[in-house]
Structure formats: structure tokens, C-alpha cells
């Protein structure tokens, strides 16, 4: 089992940032590779960043230069930070751990004003 918690969502205006944050705990040995998804109002849940072994990322097409996933030394907490957010940005952001059935967070809110 893997417990994954986040934090760090809220409302800002557009150009703004927000940092998310995921903390996991439980069996956490293996866990490479974790993400955030996203779903927005009335949309499918869709990737947004994702941090594999070794550093190595990869980004949707349409956060590519503006966020930026990254991971903690003791590889238990993964952050988004998200930068000059625009409001197609608003959505319920998931935490996930790609680990034995795949595990996710909560959510938590991102609103972006216009």
C-alpha cells in the first residue's frame, strides 16, 4: 500500500505560480516513477509531468517550458511547480505512483483567474 498526500493547490490570477507538493509513505521501495495528472472541468484526467528513474522527465505538450516536476533526495515527495499558469490550467491536480496497482492522492484544487 501506498499512501500519497498533496498539497500546495488554491486560486491565483493568470501568470502566476503554485507549487504542489506530494508526500508519499507506506511500501514505498521501487517507487520510481511518480506523476501528476489532471482533470479539468468536464475533461478526461490527462498527464501532465511525470519523473522516471535517474532524473529523466517528461512533460504534456502544453506545460513543456512553464512546469517543472522534480523529486526530493529521499525520492518520497515529488513537487509540481507550475509557472505563468494560465486559466485553462484550472483543474483537480492527482498525484500518482506508478508502483505494483498504481496509487493516487486526493487531488487538490488549481483555479486560475483570469
Known amino acids: 500500500q501506498v499512501q500519497l498526500v498533496e498539497s500546495g493547490g488554491g486560486l491565483v490570477q493568470a501568470g502566476g505560480s503554485l507549487r504542489l507538493s506530494c508526500a508519499a509513505s507506506g511500501i514505498i521501495v521501487g517507487l520510481n516513477t511518480m506523476a501528476w495528472y489532471r482533470q479539468g472541468p468536464g475533461n478526461q484526467r490527462e498527464l501532465v509531468a511525470r519523473t522516471i528513474a535517474f532524473g529523466n522527465t517528461n512533460y504534456a505538450d502544453s506545460v513543456k517550458g512553464r512546469f517543472t516536476i522534480s523529486r526530493d533526495g529521499a525520492r518520497n515527495t515529488v513537487f509540481l511547480q507550475m509557472n505563468s499558469l494560465k486559466p485553462e490550467d484550472t483543474a483537480v491536480y492527482y498525484c500518482?505512483?506508478?508502483?505494483?496497482?498504481?496509487?493516487w492522492g486526493q487531488g487538490t484544487q488549481v483555479t486560475v483567474s483570469s
Open positions: 500518482n505512483a506508478e508502483i505494483g496497482p498504481g496509487y
